[in-house]
């Protein structure tokens, strides 16, 4: 019985992480999204520069769009990946809460 609550705590740690790193992935999406979009209204003579530390680095504007469009996929696959990995723990919760509902069922009852 022990072992099946620590296995329904572990489970719902899981759950918990992979919701928060899917929330911060849907972030950096948006993020990406916008970035992307800021840079379809751009002139192709404007400059474009990017923040590495405490300095603006000039970058060329193909090679940004590049980098986001790249950034992009990443992000839509990890999303992909972590929604699968929710989807798992979801599960494997249900079936442990239910493990752990019929263990106490069979200690409720009385023994004959």
């Known amino acids: 019985m022990d072992e099946l609550v620590r296995r329904y705590q572990d489970l719902q740690s899981e759950v918990s992480n992979h919701v928060q790193a899917l929330k911060k992935l849907e972030s950096q999406l948006q993020e990406n999204v916008t970035v992307q979009k800021e840079f379809e209204?751009?002139?192709?003579?404007?400059?474009?520069?990017?923040?590495?530390g405490p300095t603006l680095v000039k970058q060329d504007q193909e090679e940004?769009?590049?980098?986001?469009?790249?950034?992009?996929?990443?992000?839509?696959?990890e999303i992909v990946r972590v929604e699968g990995l929710l989807e798992k723990s979801r599960s494997d919760l249900t079936m442990v809460r239910a493990d752990l509902a019929q263990k106490q069922t069979q200690m409720a009852t009385p023994q004959q």
Request: hydrophobic content about 40%; cysteine-free.
């Open 41 to 52: 209204k751009l002139d192709p003579s404007s400059n474009v520069f990017k923040l590495i």
């Open 64 to 77: 940004a769009k590049t980098n986001v469009a790249k950034r992009l996929e990443f992000i839509r696959n």
